[in-house]
């Protein structure tokens, strides 16, 4: 056992000792160490319930012949830093929480890893640091929130944003508004449509690095059982010897991808797959991406697009009901997961819900081909990520309204001063150049709360994942921070964007404007923010601090 190394031997008195001390006893130091990573903390709904739930994963370890052995890592939620300056942290938080992961599991010689997330950048993190350890591991989710309940339908935390720009038109009065913001968010879990925890949730799955359970509601009396049998599946992979690399593999990314694209799911997932596939060695690029979206349909009828919640999901059928929608389409390659059981004999034990309408057969899609679009062109040469609008829109052409940070664009929209047919650019908002790749729901949502939802274009470096309406493409690159091609755009050039084509272009000789050109100075000069500037990779292979494996 790799934790022999701390635990065996004269040598090791000391090490023992203090373990002692922690109510470890000689039978133990014989035992297999597993580490129960933890994403806990009382900030966020997504994440406040996770300390309990890890003693569930801990009885189930000990049952299976294991030491458990908790500790905790950080939480930035977008929910709560979205809008202000402390959205920076958040794309950062998941480097930290996977660093974190590593350092302590590496400093202290565990033999194996269960990670437990919550909120979107905490599925991702915990994640990545599993693909570079490459023990015998697994990570549970925490589960989504119930939905709210406000004038007799189902609220999310998407509603209470786009109440905000409804509010600052006239739309509603201040009333409706705290109506919708008290009833949004009434459990613990994390937020409720397929935003991006829910979306890496189900992708994980796909991926096999965590169990079909992840669909469970956080409130479900099932989940802290599945909690148990997360810490016995651990001990079985480290039986084994099953390690987050025979799981984590190109095909495994495939499939994961197929169900973001299945499920309607949101763009960060883009992101953070691109990072886990970076962190496990594997060769999975945008292009792969775009292969995929053009193949495979969207079935699942999720918010903020659609009309369920996640809780829903479950009550249909799960996540075995979506891989079992991507086995009949052809598009589920048959790989290993964390139970011990291969995708497809996982896909094949799901039990539907009769007459369920959440996630629809394959001869009905909602969309025939995916959501999301992998766009190139003078803008945005190593590509950027679009959400795709409705089939009635196959291109945009307009005048740049130009913004240097997100805070000016929100301004602009509160004072009503974007126009239909404008093509909204927000720029140094990038992975570097933010620093932080800042999303931006609070822009999106003011611009639908407007009505202007289907009438302008919105382009960035930073993200825009939240967006439920019209042109909205993120993730340009390379950014402006490094000079790319969207720093050198000025108010009033024509974009022109052809959905069909994937293209997105600017008709104007950029490159004529680059000796003029500038970076404006960066904005945190010490700190986490100023090395995450400093060593942070492009959007475009997922925006990670960490080398590629050999």
């Known amino acids: 056992m790799q934790s022999d190394a701390i635990k065996l031997g004269p040598q090791r008195a000391p090490a023992r000792a203090m373990l002692r001390a922690t109510g470890l006893t000689d039978d133990d130091f014989q035992k297999p160490f597993v580490a129960v990573a933890n994403t806990w903390t009382e900030v966020t709904p997504c994440n406040m319930h996770l300390r309990e739930l890890a003693e569930h994963v801990k009885r189930g370890i000990r049952a299976a012949g294991g030491v458990p052995i908790e500790f905790n890592t950080i939480v930035v939620t977008d929910g709560i830093a979205m809008g202000t300056d402390g959205m920076r942290c958040s794309l950062v938080s998941r480097e930290t929480i996977a660093d974190s992961i590593e350092l302590a599991v590496r400093g202290h010689s565990f033999d194996a890893v269960v990670a437990i997330s919550g909120c979107d950048k905490t599925v991702a993190g915990t994640v990545q640091a599993l693909a570079r350890l490459d023990l015998p591991s697994l990570m549970i989710y925490g589960g989504s929130i119930e939905p709210g309940r406000f004038d007799g339908r189902d609220v999310t935390i998407q509603d209470v944003f786009e109440a905000v720009g409804g509010h600052a038109r006239g739309n509603i009065n201040d009333e409706e508004l705290r109506g919708i913001e008290c009833a949004a968010c009434p459990t613990a879990g994390a937020c409720g449509g397929q935003f991006t925890a829910n979306t890496m949730s189900t992708a994980t799955a796909a991926l096999g690095i965590s169990p079909m359970s992840n669909a469970l509601p956080a409130t479900s009396d099932e989940r802290n059982e599945a909690a148990y049998d997360a810490g016995q599946m651990v001990m079985k992979l480290v039986a084994d010897n099953v390690t987050a690399r025979r799981i984590i593999t190109r095909p495994a990314l495939e499939n994961a991808f197929a169900s973001v694209i299945l499920t309607g799911g949101s763009t960060n997932a883009v992101l953070h797959l691109m990072a886990i596939a970076r962190e496990a ?39 075995r009901l979506i891989l079992r929608r991507l086995h009949e389409l052809g598009q589920l390659n048959d790989e290993l997961t964390v139970s011990g059981e291969t995708i497809i004999a996982e896909a094949l034990a799901e039990e539907e819900t009769p007459g369920q309408d959440v996630v629809r057969n394959v001869e009905n899609p909602i969309k025939p081909t995916g959501h999301l679009a992998v766009m190139h062109g003078s803008v945005s040469p190593e590509g950027a990520i679009m959400k795709l609008p409705g089939d009635h829109v196959t291109s945009f052409e307009g005048p740049a309204r130009v913004f240097d940070c997100e805070e000016d664009c929100f301004q602009a929209v509160q004072k009503q001063q974007i126009e239909p047919g404008d093509v909204v650019v927000i720029r140094y908002e990038g992975p570097r150049g933010g620093p932080g790749m800042r999303e931006m729901l609070a822009v999106t949502a ?105």
């Open 281 to 319: 060695g594997a060769d999975f690029s945008l292009d792969d991406m775009e292969s995929i979206s053009r193949r495979c349909p969207v079935l699942a009828d999720l918010k903020p697009t659609g009309r369920y919640t996640a809780v829903d999901v479950h009550r249909a059928g799960g996540i």
């Open 446 to 550: 003011a611009i639908v709360g407007a009505g202007l939802g289907d009438s302008v274009a919105l382009i960035t470096d930073g993200r825009f994942s939240g967006a439920t309406h019209g042109l909205v493409i993120g993730h340009v690159t390379p950014e402006a921070a490094v000079g790319g091609p969207i720093a050198l755009i000025a108010d009033g050039d024509i974009i022109r964007i052809d959905v069909a084509k994937r293209t997105i272009d600017v008709d104007v000789d950029l490159e004529a404007r680059r000796d003029v050109w500038q970076p404006p100075a960066q904005q945190h000069v010490t700190g986490v923010l100023a090395r995450y500037a400093a060593t942070v990779t492009s959007a475009s292979t997922g925006a990670t601090t960490c080398p590629v494996p050999e």
